[in-house]
């Protein structure tokens, strides 16, 4: 199986190889911002939102290489509706931890399929997470301490590091917090024998 990751994500990379598939990871240069805000001025639901930029990103990379099975990735997290992004900045952070403070948000998080130009399979998974009240004093340390690792996640943390601490309930699955639905994605693979077990 040629298998493409179209995505720079370390910890998509890193989940592929744990389950001991050989990939090449190409990333898809898209404006996910525009995307996003011209899907939400539509009215577009978070999940349409995180399925269409899984796909802009696997048909961008499918279409440069012919014959490999690709994989577009997004996630997107949504508090009452409203899509936040990853942050801009370490204060960008702060205001979004703030706002997470003590409510429930969701995390979506897509990955559709391509091979020569034309989707093969999709597959969107949400998780809801209660976070904690936060302490306007541990926001500013965690973010400091952290900044290097959240910076590229949406809402500015990470559960599978520190950002555990920020949780009083994680209702779904871990692979999709981290930003891969790996069990449907494996199951597929193998149901079309890309896979053998």
């Known amino acids: 199986m040629n298998l493409i990751l179209a995505s720079g994500s370390t910890i998509r990379a890193q989940l592929l190889r744990q389950a001991g598939l050989n990939f090449e990871t190409v990333v898809a240069r898209i404006d996910e911002e525009s995307v996003k805000l011209s899907l939400a001025a539509e009215g577009a639901a978070p999940r349409d939102i995180a399925d269409a930029l899984a796909e802009a990103k696997a048909r961008k990379v499918s279409l440069k290489n012919p014959g490999a099975l ?20 370490p204060d960008d952070a702060r205001a979004q931890l703030r706002r997470l403070s003590d409510m429930r948000h969701n995390l979506l998080s897509a990955v559709v399929a391509y091979e020569d130009g034309e989707p093969l399979w999709r597959f ?27 910076r590229h996640s949406v809402g500015g943390y990470k559960l599978e590091e520190e950002g555990m601490r920020l949780f009083r309930a994680v209702d779904g699955d871990y692979f999709t917090v981290l930003g891969l639905p790996m069990i449907p994605l494996l199951s597929w693979l193998i149901d079309r024998g890309s896979l053998t077990v």
């Open 70 to 89: 690709v994989l577009g990735c997004d996630q997107v997290l949504s508090l009452k509706g409203e899509i936040l992004s990853k942050p801009r900045d």
């Open 124 to 150: 969107v998974d949400t998780v809801r997470l209660s976070m904690r009240a936060l302490s306007d004093d541990y926001v500013d340390d965690y973010v400091s301490r952290n900044w290097d690792s959240i």
